[in-house]
């Protein structure tokens, strides 16, 4: 069995963060019944971690020309192309493409055999030497 390509594994991981951190499906901001006060809250969270890794990196790291305004801009120039990228995901699912099925049944597969292969409590019968 081959392993995924790095560009799948990676587009695959991209998505399953995406979506255990940032999407109110999955978070625990699922349970605010307004949308508008989850959007409200996620833009609140996203900017309070920014303006925490900006001091972190000022304080901890010793970086004292670090901004504020630059850990914001860093956080998009991450956040953005990881949002882009699960909107494709998410039309794709949407619309069903066969891509993406592969992709998933491509990956489903590899992990179960390397889970298969790391099961340390199988015993194999040696049907040669028991029987």
Known sequence: MNK???FR???????????RVMDVKFN????IPDQSLQS?????????????????ATYYFGWLGYSTIT???????ILIP???????FIDAERTGEKWLEEWKEEQSKYKLFVNRLK???IVRWKSDTEA
């Open 28 to 31: 625990p901001l699922k349970y």
């Open 4 to 6: 995924p390509n790095l």
């Open 82 to 88: 990881v949002m882009i990228t699960n909107a494709v």
């Open 119 to 121: 099961m340390k409590n």
């Open 40 to 56: 409200y809250f996620m833009l609140v969270l996203f900017t309070i971690w920014s303006v925490t890794f900006g001091f972190i």
């Open 71 to 77: 850990s914001v801009v860093v956080h998009l120039t």
């Open 9 to 19: 594994r990676s587009a695959m991981l991209a998505v399953h963060l995406w979506r």
